[in-house]
Each structure stands twice: as structure tokens, then as C-alpha cells.
């Protein structure tokens, strides 16, 4: 049998999607740095400033989302794929234009970021509907192992290649690198040699009907809603995102100043949590084709739950020894998050008809990252009624319950990803 770990590196097309969303990734870590930095430092914005900069990150997964998926279900998705590359570099350059113009302001600092993140929820949809479309279906999940590693190097490789660049020159001339970046990105998925055909309608009434927008719009929330396989991964992402995010407002309160750690442990927190994704992408596949596809993301949410619960037991230990459990269930936490997303994103990818794949991935996107201010705020709030450390334990149970869901459902029974291309959601 044919090894499909190097088939896909022979896949001209595969490889082309990869060496473009590697090369834009890695150019996105920088700017994620630089774009704050610019506004702390550069434009001295207030603390109010700064917190509507981080909140308009997820703005657009809410209010485009579902637009998004509609226009990748209506077009082809190549020629989308490439303007977004080349519209977030053009609006990137707008910042070294206004440093150097002296017109260089915070609304329009906001307005690029804004329109940034627009383009990239549009990208982010669009790659996940497309790579289907380019690989066999027993292949997603070999394709999305790669996809996360290429993502897990880019945020290591970014984030310290970019904290060395912003020693070097300034904040807003760092953001040039992500322009050139986005560039390559799209001449990589220019050189994809598929074309996409014309999507075939659900039915001869479906098709006698004008387009309608927003009958469209709801009918790609059917293979979320209606297909069982797919509402039990959107359920059991929506715990897991929800409860991570009650845990994350008060991690960093957990560790300054219950366990007193200083910069440096954290620093090793983080770090360890990149290289855990990068693990995680490497053996998403062998965990897969070993265990079976459910019971890969079962255990892999179970391990994530038991090691965000054993966090709150650094207060036991000694600072040095509870950094260093810290440490390592970072590392655990972040290698399982990625063997879970990688399969449950395949197998979802793969029950769902080719003309729903945008529409699909723009509703389950939307879901999952609405949920995120939620969370956040429960997070806060509990955090002062009860505390840090109750609060950890409470997100660490809900983790271990988005496993469960998975665990009492049908899912946990899927071994590998079914071959046969659906025409129905």
C-alpha cells in the first residue's frame, strides 16, 4: 500500500496550499506582535484602546462568518484564496506609508487590523473548505496533520524570529515582512493547478429556485445541525472552547501572584505550549490509524482535561517544581488540542457534501468563537467569586466533559474517514 505520509508531499497541489498558508502564518505571528506594540508604543493608546484592539480579533469570525461560507460555497475558492492574500498585504502597508507620512493614527491602526481580520476569516474558511477538495477524503486527515504542523513551526519560528526583528527595526516597518509574506502566499496558491467545478444544487427545486442569499445561508447550518456525526463535534468543541476560555482570565493571576512565578517561567509556559502543538501535529495521524478515529479524540480531550486539572495542584509544590508541572502540562494540554482538531476537523470535512464545505466551515466557526466573550466574561466573574485556583479546577472539568460527548455518542465508534464523497447533508 502506498504510504500516505509521503503521498501527499509528492502532491503538487497539496504542497502549494501548504508552502502558502506556512509562508502566511509565519508572516501573521509577527504582525500579531507588532500591530500591539505599535499601539502601545508607538501611539501611546490607553488601556481602553488597547482592549477594544484585542476585541476587534474576533469580531469578524461573528459577523462574517456565515457570509463568508456562502460566497466559498457560490465561487471558486482558489482565485478567493489568492485576494485575500494580496488585500491584506496592500492593507498592511498602509502602516509603514502612515509612520513615515506622519498619518499614522489609532482609528486607523483599528480599521486595518478590522479589515485584516476580515480577510483572514474569509482565508481561514476558504483553506479548511478547499483542501478537500484537492485530496482524497481518506487523506484529510494526513493533510490537516501537516496543515497544524506548519502552523504549530510558524508560531514558534514567528514568534522569536519576530521578537528579534522588533529589537531591530521598528514596530510599524515590521509588519512589511507579513506583506511580503501574504505575497508568497499568494503565488504559492496561484501555481494550484485544480479548478473547481460549478457545485451541483441538493435538488432539480433547489436548483429552479433565484438565489437567495439567505436561504443559502441557513441551508449550510444542515450538515451542522442535521447530521449527527458533525453536531457531535461541534457540541464537544463548543465545551472545550467554552471552559478553556473561563480557565484562561485567570491563569496568568494563578501563576503571578498565587505561585508568585517570574517572567522567565513564563516564558517557558508558552514556549512549552508551542512545542506541545508541534507534537501533537506530528502524531495526530499515528494516533488515528492506532486507536481509531473517536477513540483518538477521546482520549486526546480526557488527557487534555486531566492535565489542565493537575495545574491547580502546583500550589503543593515548591515554586521551581510547580513550574515545571506547569510546564509540562502545557505541553500535554496543547499537543492533545491539536490530535483532537486535527481528526475531528477531517472527519467533519469528510461527511460533508463538497458545495456545503464553506457554508459548514463558516457556521461551525462562527459557533465555536462566539462562544469565546462568553466564556472570557464567566472566566473573570468566577475568578473573583471564588477564585483562581476554583476556577482552574471548573475549567478543567468542562474540558474533561467535552470529551464525554464524544465518549456517549456514536462518534467514539468511527475508526477511520469514510471514503465515499456525500451528496446530502
Known amino acids: 500500500m502506498t504510504d500516505r505520509r509521503t503521498t501527499l508531499w509528492r502532491h503538487a497541489d497539496f504542497r502549494n496550499l501548504w508552502f502558502g498558508l506556512t509562508a502566511s502564518l509565519f508572516g501573521a505571528k509577527v504582525t500579531a506582535v507588532a500591530i500591539p506594540l505599535i499601539a502601545a508604543v508607538s501611539l501611546s493608546a490607553t488601556p481602553f484602546e488597547m482592549g477594544v484592539l484585542v476585541a476587534a480579533e474576533g469580531l469578524p469570525y461573528l459577523f462574517i462568518s456565515l457570509f463568508a461560507g456562502v460566497w466559498l460555497d457560490r465561487s471558486a475558492k482558489r482565485p478567493i484564496l489568492i485576494l485575500t492574500d494580496l488585500v491584506r498585504a496592500a492593507l498592511l502597508l498602509l502602516l509603514p506609508i502612515g509612520w513615515a507620512g506622519d498619518f499614522l493614527s489609532f482609528p486607523l491602526l483599528l480599521a486595518v487590523s478590522l479589515a485584516v481580520g476580515a480577510c483572514t476569516v474569509v482565508s481561514d474558511i476558504g483553506s479548511a473548505s478547499y483542501l478537500p477538495l484537492l485530496i482524497d477524503r481518506k487523506d484529510l486527515v494526513s493533510g490537516n496533520s501537516k496543515l497544524e504542523l506548519s502552523g504549530s513551526a510558524s508560531d514558534i519560528a514567528g514568534n522569536a524570529i519576530g521578537g528579534g526583528l522588533l529589537q531591530v527595526i521598528s514596530a510599524p516597518f515590521a509588519v512589511i515582512v507579513n506583506s511580503v509574506t501574504y505575497l508568497v502566499s499568494a503565488v504559492f496558491t496561484a501555481l494550484i493547478g485544480h479548478r473547481e467545478t460549478k457545485a451541483v444544487p441538493a435538488g432539480p427545486a433547489e436548483e429552479a429556485q433565484p438565489a437567495d442569499f439567505w436561504r443559502e445561508m441557513a441551508e449550510g447550518a444542515k450538515p451542522v445541525l442535521r447530521n449527527r456525526t458533525v453536531r457531535t463535534l461541534v457540541t464537544a468543541t463548543l465545551v472545550f472552547n467554552l471552559f478553556t476560555l473561563v480557565s484562561e482570565p485567570v491563569f496568568l493571576i494563578f501563576v ?123 472566566g473573570g466573574f468566577l475568578g473573583g467569586w471564588i477564585g483562581a485556583q476554583q476556577t482552574l479546577v471548573l475549567g478543567a472539568v468542562g474540558v474533561l466533559l467535552s470529551g464525554v460527548v464524544i465518549l456517549l455518542s456514536g462518534v467514539r465508534s468511527v475508526r477511520e474517514i469514510p471514503d465515499a464523497v456525500p451528496v446530502a447533508a
Open 256 to 378: 503571578t501572584r498565587t505561585l508568585g512565578l517570574e517572567p522567565f517561567f513564563l516564558g517557558l509556559i508558552f514556549a512549552s505550549a508551542g512545542a506541545g502543538a508541534l507534537v501533537g501535529a506530528l502524531v495526530a495521524e499515528r494516533a488515528s490509524r492506532l486507536l481509531g478515529l473517536g477513540r483518538a479524540m477521546v482520549l486526546s480531550l480526557g488527557i487534555a482535561g486531566l492535565s489542565a486539572l493537575l495545574i491547580p495542584v502546583a500550589t503543593q509544590l515548591p515554586r521551581t517544581e510547580a513550574a515545571l508541572l506547569i510546564v509540562a502540562m502545557h505541553f500535554i494540554d496543547s499537543a492533545m488540542v491539536i490530535v483532537y482538531n486535527v481528526n475531528q476537523r477531517s472527519l467533519r470535512s469528510a461527511v460533508t457534501p463538497d458545495h456545503l464545505q464553506g457554508r459548514m466551515n463558516a457556521t461551525i466557526r462562527m459557533i465555536v468563537m462566539g462562544v469565546t466573550p462568553v466564556g472570557a466574561l464567566a
